[in-house]
């Protein structure tokens, strides 16, 4: 399996750990990114980009990592706190007054407003009608009162977070991340493609027998959240130019791994919003049961939250995070759905190297 790419002398063992999981992959893509102590330690990427194989994995090919994406929406709404344009705990309603749900800003950013599932269903369709998706939205009665549980609203979180981007700014949630935070800092992550990205977009692959296995949903509200509308785990949905288009904040982003790491690395050292923003962000509320996924989590705004740092994990083994004490900041996107144990393995050999303890 050809690799590209360069890593720094310390970190030569995160190569042959990358081809590794390119091999158990069977050819399907994926890049690794890992920022430490101000300069790039890993920049990797190979395997191809098409199932055929027909397509070799580019230094700037995109893939959609799932709810990586989430990270990304919410620092639109946090740009504009940053700017006191935004306030956390006001009321949602002071900036989408048709919604019903009695929620805060901070709410819907840390996975408390309860808006996780439709109680209409509806087709595929919606994923693609903004207007729709948000009306269902607006007359959604939540699942809890809003502040008082947790639980990740897998494809509806960027909805409420695009309204108060439109309420405020004017744009949509895709442009305003590609015009003030994206594009500024030359980070290759988008929502909502154009024509120029759709040409170097990866297709998700893997969606067979094992894939279907580890879905057997860890509550009923997880199988609710990820059924309407559906599609959202169809590789002929996903893969589909309609989709990739789309604006659907919670996961359709699309972006390499050196994007990815290059958001946190951004983050962590104050380049993306201030000082007391970001404390804001790594702020959490405790671990706490999670309704939705199943187990127990601690979410910050838009991040969960460990001792180790923050950052997101996505639906198939794509993640981006920042650690605290490694002082590094890492990414690893794959278009092959899967486990996270490919991106742990990675991350761990960054560990030893670093002298850290692993995961």
């Not at 790419?5 to 995160?14: I, K």
């Not at 397509?55 to 940053?82: E, N």
């Not at 700014?169 to 935070?181: C, N, P, Q, T």
Request: aromatic letters at 8%; hydrophobic letters at 40%.
């Amino acid at each position: 399996m050809t690799i590209q790419g360069a890593v720094e002398p310390p970190f030569a063992q995160v190569r042959e750990a990358f081809g590794e999981v390119l091999t158990d992959q069977s050819g399907a893509g994926a890049s690794f990114a890992v920022w430490h102590a101000g300069e790039w330690v890993v920049d990797l990427w190979g395997g191809h980009a098409d199932a055929g194989h027909r397509r070799p994995w580019q230094s700037d090919t995109l893939v959609m990592p799932y709810s990586v994406t989430k990270p990304f929406a919410a620092l639109c709404v946090l740009t504009l706190v940053d700017r006191g344009l935004v306030e956390l705990d006001a009321p949602m309603q002071s900036y989408w007054p048709e919604l019903r749900a009695d929620a805060t800003v901070r709410d819907v950013l840390s996975h408390r407003a309860g808006l996780v599932v439709l109680d209409e269903d509806v087709s595929e369709e919606a994923f693609y009608d903004w207007g729709l998706m948000c009306s269902l939205l607006a007359s959604q009665e939540p699942i809890w009162p809003p502040g008082t549980a947790q639980g990740e609203s897998a494809f509806l979180y960027g909805h409420p977070l695009g309204q108060v981007v439109r309420a405020v700014d004017g744009r949509s949630l895709g442009r305003f991340l590609r015009e003030e935070i994206c594009g500024p800092h030359d980070l290759d992550f988008h929502i909502g493609l154009g024509d120029a990205e759709l040409a170097r977009v990866a297709d998700l692959t893997g969606f067979g027998e094992d894939f279907r296995a580890s879905q057997q949903s860890p509550t009923d509200l997880y199988s609710r959240a990820v059924a309407n509308p559906p599609g959202g785990l169809d590789p002929r949905v996903v893969n589909s130019e309609p989709w990739r288009r789309a604006e659907i904040p919670a996961v359709n982003g699309h972006g390499t791994a050196k994007a990815v790491a290059g958001f946190y690395a951004a983050l962590a050292h104050g380049d993306l919003v201030g000082p007391s923003v970001l404390a804001e962000l790594k702020h959490g509320a405790g671990v706490e049961p999670e309704l939705v996924m199943g187990g127990e989590r601690e979410w910050g705004l838009g991040v969960a939250l460990d001792p180790d740092g923050y950052g997101m994990g996505g639906l198939g083994g794509s993640f981006g995070w920042w650690s605290d004490p490694g002082q590094y900041a890492l990414a690893f996107l794959t278009s092959h759905i899967g486990t996270h144990e490919r991106g742990e393995r990675l991350e761990n050999v960054v560990r030893e190297v670093l002298g850290l303890s692993p995961l």
